[in-house]
């Protein structure tokens, strides 16, 4: 599950949701993407992460994967180009928080994800959820580079 929060003059909205097979970081990947799709007009943004990989890979790392084209070997590429592209138009500072640590929002966040995952663990059977795990793994092996990344990063909801 993923979930994010946008406040705007006092005001909060909350949104998340999940996939039955995925990574966690991939569906951290996806919060970030949801939370930015939500904005109707450019912004300057304060995003808030816990995830590391989320806040080095779009601060850092990205910038040498565009530099080579997207060419070489990366992770969730298809989703960091996704979070690329939603970044054009706002000005975002990302900030990380260490996760678990009482912060209200980030543990939020956390619940509603978490409140996802089992929502959607107990709407499909056991049988379901191993198949939706196998067309996750061949659908990730699909794509070129991709494949290596996979020994045991995905998870079974």
Known sequence: GWAAIL??????????????????????LHAAIEALSKLKEP?????????EYVREGITTWIHGWKARGWKKKIRNKDLWQALDAMTVKHQITWRWVRGHTGVADNERCDGL?????????????????????????????QIPGQAEFLHGDATLI
């Open 43 to 51: 912004c300057e943004v304060e995003l808030f992460t816990d995830s």
């Open 7 to 28: 406040e705007h003059a006092g005001r909060k909205k909350e949104f998340s949701g999940g996939e039955l097979a995925t990574t966690n970081n991939r569906m951290e």
């Open 113 to 141: 994800a978490t409140e996802e995952a089992k929502r959607i663990e107990e709407s499909h059977t056991p049988e379901q959820r191993a198949a939706a795990l196998d067309e996750f793994l061949k659908s990730r092996a």
